[in-house]
């Protein structure tokens, strides 16, 4: 977000975020982690999250969660693969390391977002699957309320899973994203 704001042909008060499961966990950290400090909302106008991972917690269920954390130990050169079948048909693999998984487990996106965050001028979109078998999606709401969320900008698609039909959401994000940039 500095390398961007900084460039020339970029007006640092306008920039938008997109980001999706890990990538959405990251991002609401830095925007955490960040806010008492430099004032973050006067950089990032927006931001889109699809399927935000919200914690360890509401990772997998239970007995999936006891399996990783037992793997963890056992085997320290373990990949945890969370390919789906998606990413298979298209050739991707998605690999955390077992060596993560420790790192992985401490983070709490939702505690860490604890006490709401008041977003002055950024605007906060959320989308997620309501079968999703990887992330627990009742975590989607607090997600974005805790991020200054509005109510209408959250969009649950009942049946998908976490690895959505991106031809469901792609136009409300491009929407969202093209209408607050623009302002």
């Known amino acids: ?10 007006d640092p008060k306008r920039i938008g975020v ?3 499961s890990m990538s959405a966990a990251i991002v609401a950290y830095m925007l955490a982690k960040q806010y008492d400090g430099r ?3 006067a950089t990032i106008r927006c931001a889109a ?3 935000p991972v919200t914690g360890w917690d509401n990772l997998y269920d239970g007995e ?5 954390t037992r793997l963890k130990d056992v085997k320290p050169d373990w990949h945890m693969d969370i390919s789906t079948p998606e990413d298979m048909l298209n050739s991707i693999s998605r690999r955390i390391p077992g060596r993560s998984i420790g790192e992985f487990m401490r983070l709490d ?8 965050m008041t977003r002055e001028g950024m605007q906060v979109m959320t989308v997620g699957g309501g079968a999703d078998a990887t992330v627990n999606p009742a975590s989607f709401q607090l997600f974005h309320s805790r991020l ?3 109510p209408g900008n959250i969009f649950i698609y009942s049946g998908q899973p976490h690895h959505l039909d991106p031809k469901l959401y792609q136009k409300a994000v491009v929407d969202f994203l093209t209408a607050h940039l623009n302002q």
Do not use: C, N
């Open 148 to 150: 200054g969320g509005h």
């Open 18 to 20: 997109i980001a999706s």
């Open 49 to 51: 999250f699809t399927a």
């Open 109 to 116: 996106v939702l505690k860490i977002l604890e006490g709401g």
């Open 64 to 68: 999936r969660r006891e399996q990783l």
């Open 39 to 41: 004032k973050i909302s």
């Open 1 to 10: 977000i500095e390398y961007v704001s900084e460039r020339d042909d970029v």
